[in-house]
């Protein structure tokens, strides 16, 4: 049995709920040194900590799952995680699904403490789901996709970054296939061990990347995964709705479009940010219909 219900409540179910009642939207917390300042706060743990409660009254039942961006918080140290570990409490107090983008890899037995962090369920940095990096190999994310699985909980695997850099390693070729492939490969075999419409494991796939998944002939691939795709890019890196809807064909029902700093400019008025993320969710909630 695990905290979120039971070990048939995984998270593909509960993000499938969260998205009908809210539309596709993945709202970010991304407390940068510029919008602390923008919005009037120290850039120290006492504004992070005020930036992070606006932002939870701003989205907590509005859109299908927020997205802390650990480095933010990480930056001002140990009181910093602590308004981390809130963030997720009151995330969670509010019935809004988390996913924590912390990208953590790493050799199998360290693999297995990054997990016990993130993914147990008396673990004050639990959350609904966290971003992991497949590039010390796949095959080292199995302590986390054990976990993960025991606990209902879900993880979205790099694939196609949003950033221009990432075409280097994820277009290269290996074994006949391109990298991203084979990452979309091994989450397709785990979602294909649960019986539900969207699995428990995702893939990053950035909003600004779809012209590159269609050329790259990955689009199938997608579907056949029934991965939730997080598909950051939207706003500042210059994405758009029509982007994704464009770029990602028969897969664009899987999408969750991601927006931080779109929407965290609107802040620090909880009014003014609650208006900016109904509006970014009404647009959202044309991709896939
Ligand atoms: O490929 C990726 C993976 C993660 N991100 C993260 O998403 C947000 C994007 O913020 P914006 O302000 O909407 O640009 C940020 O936390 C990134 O670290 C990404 O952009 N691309």
């Known amino acids: 049995m695990s905290e979120s219900g039971s070990a048939a409540t995984t998270f593909g179910d509960r993000l499938s709920a969260a998205v009908a009642a809210h539309g596709p ?12 300042e923008a919005w009037g706060l120290s850039d120290d743990a006492d504004g992070l900590r005020a930036f992070a409660q ?23 140290g140990s009181r910093g995680v602590a308004v981390l570990e809130d963030t997720l409490a009151a995330l969670r107090e509010a019935g809004t699904l988390s996913l924590l983008d912390i990208k953590r890899g790493d050799i199998g037995s360290t693999m297995a403490a990054y997990a016990d962090a993130y993914l147990r369920d008396d673990s004050s940095l639990r959350a609904d789901a966290i971003t992991v990096s497949p590039y010390l190999g796949f095959g080292s994310l199995d302590p986390a996709i054990e976990l993960a699985q025991q606990t209902g909980r879900g993880l979205f695997v790099l694939a196609m970054t949003s950033n221009p850099e990432g075409a280097s390693v994820q277009h290269a070729v290996a074994d006949g296939r391109t990298v991203a492939a084979s990452m979309i490969e091994g989450v397709s075999r785990l979602n294909a061990a649960e019986d539900a419409a969207l699995g428990s494991f995702g893939l990053v796939t950035g909003a600004t990347v779809g012209k590159d998944l269609a050329e790259l002939g990955l689009t199938d691939a997608l579907v056949t995964s029934r991965a939730p795709l997080l598909a950051p890019g939207l706003g500042a890196q210059g994405a758009t709705i029509d982007d994704v809807r464009r770029g990602f064909g028969a897969a664009e029902g899987q999408v969750l479009p991601a927006a ?10 909880v009014a003014a940010l609650r208006a900016a ?11 896939g219909r």
């Open 25 to 36: 939207l993945c709202a970010g917390i991304d407390p940068h040194a510029a919008l602390l």
């Open 54 to 76: 606006t932002c939870v009254e701003a989205y907590a039942g509005r859109v299908a799952i927020v997205k802390p961006q650990s480095a933010f918080f990480e930056r001002h």
């Open 260 to 269: 931080s700093r779109s929407l965290l400019g609107h802040g620090p008025d």
């Open 277 to 287: 993320t109904d509006a970014a969710v009404e647009e959202a909630a044309s991709i």
